[in-house]
């Protein structure tokens, strides 16, 4: 795959990744995504599962395109949009969410790690350092919810 069609590949993720906000699943329904979502240019199938599967295109995704691809511990995959929103109301709203399993629970993409959320999730911790109860992410969740946190603070 030439640098122009990963460019591409990406941005066609970014955007699945956008419409669903937070998709759980195997990795094959996600290529299906991606492959309707760019048309007749989208490569085979084999080659976008390839592509997708390499660390270097999901830290990609993470770094540039705002998007999380992984594989949790119980061999789900995940494809969650990291955008920010810009509306203040909004942010406020998702951050007064409180999940159904404050312990297992990300609070950003609001997936359920049960028994493996030691493993997979981080606490979130205040200005202090200090852990904030029953909040706990994936590591790539822990930007954008901590990025969320601070539109707000700037606005109260
Ligand atoms: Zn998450």
Redesign the pocket.
């Known amino acids: 795959m030439d640098a122009d069609l990963q460019l591409k590949v990406l941005a066609h993720v970014k955007f699945v990744a956008m419409h669903y906000f937070a998709f759980k699943g195997s990795l094959e329904t996600i290529i299906t995504f991606v492959a309707y979502s760019m048309g007749s240019d989208s490569p085979s199938p084999d080659r976008l599962d390839n592509f997708l599967r390499r660390a270097e295109t999901q830290r990609r995704l993470e770094n540039e395109f705002e998007t999380a691809l992984f594989m949790d511990t119980a061999k789900v995959w995940h494809l969650?949009s990291l955008v920010v929103p810009m509306d203040v109301a909004i942010a406020r709203r998702r951050l007064n969410h409180r999940p159904i399993s404050p312990g297992t629970q990300?609070r950003?993409?609001l997936?359920d790690s049960k028994g493996f959320a030691g493993q997979e999730l981080k606490p979130e911790l205040d200005i202090y350092r200090q852990p904030v109860p029953g909040s706990f992410?994936?590591p790539?969740?822990m930007r954008p919810w901590l990025a969320m946190r601070a539109l707000c603070d700037r606005e109260n």
């Open positions: 969650v990300c950003w993409c997936a992410l994936h790539q969740c």
